[in-house]
């Protein structure tokens, strides 16, 4: 609640009859050149100046903004609300309750832990594709679903009835990002404040990445960890530096052929190549008017993969026009139209913000893209696709196994069967100019007897998923007309292809269903697996048996291609080593083609009922087609239907039995929700931060090492240590279920921190003669030798002697998603500093607020130019500058040999810079945590 008005902003808004307070950006001298997105800012400091936390020279700082700039102003913005995901937002649950309990120990009142700020959780991260290409897939999932997620579930409904404020969606509903436009977010919230109604921007920070998304609405809203949601629904503001705002400039209009994905992973291109993280993304121009809205919530999910803080378009009649259309009601569409033209929010195109750096994008030179096969921003021009796969295949590819010159395989092959010839149904091989060490043809034979061969490229995934496409009527009505016209030809998927359909709200079902291509989809077998994030986060299941015995017997590189938003190494499917993105209907094309190693141009998809080599460009769809079925099959009267009862669940979820009572009554046998231990042996008054001594390196890593490497996500690994302490605990191999499920359990989590099957610890080199192996290991310097360990075990040794943890680490460390856990793992294995090149924004945010201390190596230096190995015991002093009220802005790191360091081995010291970046970041670091930071507060 504001205390202060020091510039007289509070006022009054009429909208109808109905009258609103609100907060004019006009009353401080300098808004008429802010972009949109540094007015709402404006709005929300006016709205909540204070005098002590937001104060009157914060608001003259954003009012006098200088785009050219470097950030140096640090403001504190709270948003509207909290939006969650339940990966992300169980661990906060659990927090939330262990905190009652620590306000408790510490003399305080329970129930003041309480969302001071509206939150909503959607359940969504849990589902499973276990089954697929069959009419009961979606059935047999949710049902399997509830089955291993029974004790959260529960957990989550004693949640929604102990806290105030807090709403939670529940399973098999939807996309929390699809959900959240097309229903949650307000785009101009009116909330009723100690009686006075009143109307100000909606913004949302949430805990999962792609939060972004709500951008295209016109919402501010962005991903931070579960810690900083955590404070923001307790109400602390979160603590920022004002942003540089990229200007992007959108003119022309998108080619036929061409799809919003393809704009997307251009624009994704085009932003990670101009460097734009911390960044606020901002598109204007006269080419806005033509973005539809999906376009722009497409647009607005990737900002993680270009790496800016938030994406957004301005509010104009395209906003309004989708409000109308997902079913709010005209009061509400009528204020945001009032609100946004009284406070300057209201899109004109002819006049244009200051920016701090500019970009422009003629959408008519987009052309079809995919990109992968480890990173979004990695695109391919699809007319490429073929030739790049061939190099980058060089990368993944085993050895061969030869064939004869006739084509068949030599009786000694273990992929061969005596006598059989190879069938006709084969994909492409690697023959054309490509190295022949590239290829690995492999047969296949399917319980039903029927024969194929698998090699280097297979797609053995594919999948429409995501929020990013599955909220986009136009690739997904373009990927359902591409199966009716192939169907049409008699085209039928490969054999070898899992294929998933996994819609980001029951409104896709409708509209799929009026316009009959839900069958036409059936037909190529992409059944619905369920309404959740499937794919994109590693809950793809298991591939086809066969498939994935093949691929694992003989190191086949396979595919997967989903419209998603992730493609990162490991993090689709183990069996699955090259990732690619793409479209909707591309989605659909490559089951057909059935193989990366495939030129859409030149080769059929298959052969037409009529004998005639069918290819892409006879069944690719025409807008004018797309555009008839969205005008014929989707309407306001669905969105309406299918949000009427969006939080009271199914019989599933009503019946599940609820705990009750202001405190959580943990389950001792629960492996899936354990009490946090953050709090443990907490002091009222926190202890003063000391220097860092006789530390070991726990890794040695290189350069984009993401969230999805350091936090433990996907299945769960037979005799890894997570899956030990399942077992353990009487859980037998198939209930495992995935490190997400299971969030709730710092003891799982802990154990599968660093534990990426991808993950390259240089520090391993040493024992393995000089290769690098992947992986979740590192040396334990405990032990005699040094030998190879799990990370897990080895932090267990060090934690016993009492010795502290430090990471090195390369360039971009912490990007991607699952962030709360990278930080808290990282906390609970013992590290106390990583010190790398650079740093992800929220990840290093994160740290902070688990209490590790963030370090950057000097400028241009690396730990392999600086002669480090991680061998050395390494000291950091200068730290202890924080009791003084200060940050110091190095800290001297020395790194001294150690028994196991190369002999002549000198020591070597340099001076880190702290990236602690503000006076909150400082008081959240002294307390050891924002979590203690906050309790504290509230206690005192």
């Known amino acids: ?153 529960q957990f989550l409904r004693w949640g929604q009835t102990a806290f105030d404020d807090f709403k939670v969606v529940p399973p098999g509903t939807g996309i929390v990002h699809q959900v959240n436009i097309e229903h949650l977010a307000k785009v101009i919230y009116d909330r009723d404040v100690n009686g006075v109604l009143r109307a100000y ?34 109400g602390q503001p979160v603590s920022m530096l004002i942003p540089r705002v990229v200007g992007f400039k959108l003119t022309g209009a998108i080619p036929a052929a061409v799809t919003a994905t393809d704009v997307v992973l251009t624009i994704t291109e085009l932003l990670r190549q101009h460097g734009v993280v911390g960044k606020f993304v901002e598109f204007y121009g006269e080419g806005v008017a033509s973005v539809p809205l999906a ?46 033209k009284e406070q300057g929010l209201w899109h004109d195109a002819a006049n244009e913000p200051h920016f701090s750096e500019y970009l422009e994008l003629d959408l008519s030179t987009v052309v079809p893209s995919i990109a992968g096969p480890k990173r979004p921003q990695d695109r391919i021009l699809l007319s490429e696709s073929k030739a790049q796969f061939e190099k980058d295949i060089l990368s993944y590819a085993t050895g061969p196994i030869d064939i004869n010159d006739s084509g068949t395989f030599p009786a000694s092959d273990p992929g061969s069967v005596p006598g059989e010839e190879v069938e006709t149904n084969e994909i492409p091989t690697l023959t054309s100019g490509s190295p022949r060490a590239a290829s690995n043809p492999v047969k296949v034979k399917t319980p039903d007897g029927q024969k194929y061969i698998l090699d280097n490229g297979a797609v053995t995934l594919a999948a429409i998923t995501s929020c990013t496409n599955t909220s986009n009527p136009s690739v997904m009505i373009a990927a359902g007309l591409l199966a009716r016209k192939a169907r049409e030809k008699g085209l039928k998927q490969k054999p070898w292809v899992k294929t998933t359909l996994g819609p980001g709200s029951k409104v896709v079902t409708d509209y799929y269903e009026k316009s009959g291509l839900d069958k036409d989809l059936e037909g190529l077998g992409f059944y619905t697996v369920g309404y959740g994030c499937t794919i994109c986060i590693g809950n793809s299941g298991p591939l086809i048996e066969e498939v994935s015995a093949a691929v694992n017997e003989h190191d086949l590189a396979v595919t997967a291609v989903l419209s998603g938003n992730r493609n990162f190494e490991g993090r689709i499917s183990p069996d699955v080593k090259m990732n690619y993105l793409a479209s909707p209907p591309l989605v659909v094309a490559y089951a ?49 239907k299918q949000y009427a009862t969006v939080f009271d669940g199914d019989e599933r979820w009503t019946s599940l039995p609820t705990p009750t009572g202001p405190i959580f009554e943990w389950d001792a046998n629960s492996t899936y929700v354990r009490k946090a231990p953050y709090f443990d042996g907490m002091e009222a008054t926190p202890a003063p931060v000391a220097d860092i001594s006789g530390a070991r390196v726990l890794a040695t890593l290189g350069d984009s090492v993401t969230t999805d490497h350091i936090s433990p996500a996907g299945n769960i690994k037979a005799g890894t240590p ?74 267990e040794n060090y934690q016993a002697q009492g010795t502290p943890l430090v990471i090195f680490g390369g360039k971009e460390y912490g990007s991607g998603s699952s962030r709360d856990w990278a930080a808290k793992g990282t906390n609970l294995l013992g590290v106390k500093a990583v010190i790398t090149e650079s740093f992800e924004r929220i990840h290093r945010s994160n740290l902070i607020g688990m209490g590790v201390v963030p370090l950057q190596f000097p400028a241009g230096e690396t730990w392999e130019t600086l002669g480090l190995d991680g061998t050395e015991i390494v000291s950091i002093s200068g730290l202890e500058e924080l009791n003084n009220g200060t940050t110091p802005k ?51």
């Open 295 to 340: 376009n722009r919530a497409t647009i607005g999910n990737m900002s993680p993969e270009f790496g800016s803080t938030a994406a957004i378009f301005p509010i104009d009649d395209v906003t309004l026009e989708y409000l109308r259309l997902t079913g709010r009601d005209e009061q509400a569409v009528a204020l945001v139209e009032a609100y946004a």
């Open 592 to 640: 057909l083609a059935g193989s990366m190693n495939f030129d859409f141009e030149t080769q059929p998809l298959g052969t037409g009922t009529d004998g005639s080599d069918v290819f892409l460009k006879d069944v690719w769809p025409d807008p004018a087609e797309v555009q008839e079925i969205i005008d014929s099959s989707i309407s306001r009267d669905q969105f309406i």
């Open 1 to 153: 609640m504001s205390t202060v008005n020091s510039f007289g902003a509070k006022s009054t808004l009429t909208v109808g009859s109905t009258d609103y307070e609100i907060f004019r950006i006009g009353t401080v001298e300098g808004f008429e050149k802010l972009p949109f997105s540094l007015k709402v800012l404006l709005e929300n400091l006016l709205r909540t100046e204070d005098g002590a936390n937001v104060t009157k020279a914060q608001i003259e700082a954003l009012g006098s903004w200088d785009p050219s700039a470097q950030p140096d102003t640090e403001i504190q913005f709270t948003p509207a609300r909290v939006i969650m995901q339940d990966f992300t937002g169980v661990p906060c649950i659990v927090d939330l309750a262990t905190m009652r309990e620590a306000v408790t120990a510490l003399g305080g009142d329970p129930k003041k832990i309480n969302p001071l700020s509206p939150a909503e959780m959607v359940i969504d991260h849990s589902v499973i594709a276990d089954l697929f290409g069959r009419p009961d897939a979606i059935e047999r999932n949710v049902e399997i679903e509830y089955e291993r997620n029974g004790e959260r579930y």
């Open 201 to 234: 921007p909606d913004t949302c920070v949430g805990t999962d990445s792609h939060t972004t998304m709500v951008n295209g609405l016109g919402v501010l809203g962005w991903g931070v960890g579960g810690i900083e949601a955590e404070a923001a629904m307790l």
């Open 890 to 940: 190095t800290v001297k790191v020395t790194a001294t040999p150690s028994e196991f360091s190369a002999e002549g081995k000198q020591p070597i010291e340099f001076d880190a810079i702290v990236r602690i970046d503000t006076p909150g970041e400082a008081d959240y670091y002294r307390n050891g945590g924002i979590l203690q930071y906050v309790l504290r507060q509230m206690v005192s």
């Open 722 to 795: 997570a899956a030990q302490y399942l077992t353990g605990h009487g859980v037998a191999q198939k209930d495992f279920n995935s490190y997400g499920s299971r969030r709730g359990n710092h003891e799982v989590m802990i154990r599968g921190t660093f534990a990426n099957i991808r993950l390259k610890n240089a520090l391993v080199k040493a024992v393995n003669n000089g290769e690098q192996i992947e992986g979740g290991y590192t040396r334990d310097f405990t032990q005699a030798g040094g030998p190879q360990a799990f990370i897990f075990d080895a932090s």
